[in-house]
């Protein structure tokens, strides 16, 4: 599903360089449930960003469900963006002005699919995250756990082979963090492909495979040992 070859990100700040990703090789197949763990600054998100479509890498390649992403111009890349990828953040990054339920069918808006049909899909989803009796609630009339359960259901609307969260459960108590990795390891098994940044060896536990950055690099990969 994933693969990226020598890939490199450089910041320069001021005078320095930073190589937040320093020829990073990485080979994810589908169906594979990842936790990326590492130093504050070790490249987790920067790594998150590019896989996701959301940066462009100075150097290397990435090639996504078989295709070099480099080669995709914009119209491709937000198709690629919207259709293959879910992105779930640390903070949410909900619609304040809208309802959990319109939240999560925003993404449909590249799709194709009716109107009737989306809603049902967005409540199915909803319903299975617990959340049925608070689809018309507003952001700021849910809970934390809550709204990053709408803002999981949303980057699941468009069935996206992957799936990448970055910190999911950064702003979550242990006990809604648990259901959100209870959440995760059902879809996996339903043969969600998933690639989770963490800082908790308890979260990243309920992964298949762990991956260790530090400076820039791949440090410790547990499907190589
Ligand atoms: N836009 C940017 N401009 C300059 N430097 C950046 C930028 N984004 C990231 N960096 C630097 O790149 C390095 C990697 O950052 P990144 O955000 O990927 O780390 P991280 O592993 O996600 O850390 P954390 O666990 O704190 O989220 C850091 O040294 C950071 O300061
Ligand atoms: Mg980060």
Redesign the pocket.
Known sequence: MISTADLC?Q???GDSV?H??DHVDLQIDGGDFVAVM????????????ILGCLDTPDDGQYWLLEQPVAELDDDALSRVRNLKIGFVFQSFHLLPRMTALENVLLPLRYSDIDVGAARARGEDLLRRLGLEDRMDHRPNQLSGGQRQRVAIARSLINEPPLLLA??PTGNLDSRTSDEIMDLFGEINQQGQTILM?T?EEEIASHAKRLIR?RD?RIEHDSSHS
Do not use: C, I, Q, W
Request: aromatic content about 4%; overall charge positive.
């Open positions: 990100r910041f320069r700040v930073v937040a990703l590492g130093p504050s600054g070790s490249g987790k998100s920067t790594l998150m960003n970055d910190e940044v800082h950055m820039g």
